[in-house]
Nanobody, 122 residues
Framework: VQVVESGGGSVQAGGSLRLSCAVS????????MGWYRQAPGKERELVAV???????TYKDSVKGRFTISKDNAKNAVYMEMNSLKPEDTAVYYC?????????????????WGQGTQVTVSS
């Protein structure tokens, strides 16, 4: 399974970016998918997650500014980021949980992308 992010870049504070994450390979279906970020010197943190039932959860500091969405037909997840702030600067990673056929039982496995840099200047 391959997970590839795109859409990062450099913007000024108040600007917008749209991150995309495409999942490919052999699996039965997408399960939960999420966006995480890691700033220099800090631990990786959850930004937003969308479940298999399309329920969403956001980190408090991005609520109202970021929107996560999922397209099962395209095996993709997106995150629209508006009103960006310098503190949003980080490498953003996509995590994809997919369901595999275990030959008699299904199981869930998670995969990470390589990350995409988001830089917000003041």
């Amino acid at each position: 399974v391959q997970v590839v992010e795109s859409g990062g870049g450099s913007v000024q504070a108040g600007g917008s970016l749209r991150l995309s994450c495409a999942v490919s390979g052999s699996f039965l279906s997408l399960h939960e998918m999420g966006w995480y970020r890691q700033a220099p010197g800090k631990e990786r943190e959850l930004v937003a997650v969308v479940t298999s039932t399309l329920s969403t959860t956001y980190k408090d500091s991005v609520k109202g500014r970021f929107t996560i969405s999922k397209d099962n037909a395209k095996n993709a997840v997106y995150m629209e980021m508006n009103s960006l702030k310098p503190e949003d600067t980080a490498v953003y990673y996509c995590n994809a949980e997919v369901k595999h056929d275990g030959g008699g039982y299904d199981y869930i496995a998670g995969y990470w992308g390589q990350g995409t840099q988001v830089t917000v200047s003041s």
